[in-house]
T-cell receptor, first 116, second 110 residues
Framework: GAGVSQSPRYKVAKRGQDVALRCDPISGHVSLFWYQQALGQGPEFLTYFQNEAQLDKSGLPSDRFFAERPEGSVSTLKIQRTQQEDSAVYLC??????????????FGPGTRLTVL | KQEVTQIPAALSVPEGENLVLNCSFTDSAIYNLQWFRQDPGKGLTSLLLIQSSQREQTSGRLNASLDKSSGRSTLYIAASQPGDSATYLCAVLGGFKTIFGAGTRLFVKA
């Protein structure tokens, strides 16, 4: 079956531009996570959705970052007024269950964002 | 604040060797621990998930153990192959936030 997909796979933005990154989770998955991965580092948690509800956004680095999942499936991560330090790979993951006890996460291929 | 550390940061072994990757975490109040592999330029592939009440999980040549009280997990890879070359990441889940280690870069020489 189809896995988690993300688009675009690569994005180059000029400093100050707004960008929108899309995540299509596995159909029927309740939970959705966004992560930021810098080169040579492990992914860092950004935010968590359970269906359409954003239950944890404690990892968003600034108010320039905004995520939504309005219908409980597709999610968009938006970054306003991009800065060079936003350059990273943005990973999306989904899980079939709500909550955390048995939540195996399945990852998409990521979007590599480069801010010039 | 939960911190996850993986040792070693990099490892090079000859084909056929058995090896152990280590993961330690500072807060034992976790729900589960998951091991992933990541190939260059790719997303993460789940290898094993250990619930907090479990002590180990096995899949093929892989065995992962969990000792919550000491804050440690190990990933054992038997009879390593060149195709095992990748970065291995462990992640702990406590609440909704998942905390990853920086990974161990493994190279298996043919």
């Amino acid at each position: 079956g189809a896995g988690v997909s993300q688009s675009p796979r690569y994005k180059v933005a000029k400093r100050g531009q707004d960008v929108a990154l899309r995540c299509d989770p596995i159909s029927g998955h309740v939970s959705l996570f966004w992560y930021q991965q810098a080169l040579g580092q492990g992914p860092e948690f950004l935010t968590y959705f359970q269906n359409e509800a954003q239950l944890d956004k404690s990892g968003l680095p600034s108010d320039r970052f905004f995520a939504e999942r309005p219908e409980g499936s597709v999610s968009t991560l938006k970054i306003q007024r991009t800065q060079q330090e936003d350059s990273a790979v943005y990973l999306c993951a989904s899980s079939p269950l709500a909550g955390v006890i048995l939540n195996e996460q399945f990852f998409g291929p990521g979007t590599r964002l480069t801010v010039l | 604040k939960q911190e996850v550390t993986q040792i070693p940061a990099a490892l090079s072994v000859p084909e056929g060797e058995n090896l152990v990757l280590n993961c330690s975490f500072t807060d034992s109040a976790i729900y589960n621990l998951q091991w992933f592999r990541q190939d260059p330029g790719k997303g993460l592939t789940s290898l094993l998930l250990i619930q907090s009440s479990q002590r180990e999980q096995t899949s093929g040549r892989l065995n992962a153990s969990l000792d919550k009280s000491s804050g440690r997990s190990t990933l054992y890879i038997a009879a390593s192959q060149p195709g095992d070359s990748a970065t291995y990441l462990c992640a702990v889940l406590g609440g909704f936030k998942t905390i990853f280690g920086a990974g161990t870069r493994l190279f298996v020489k043919a």
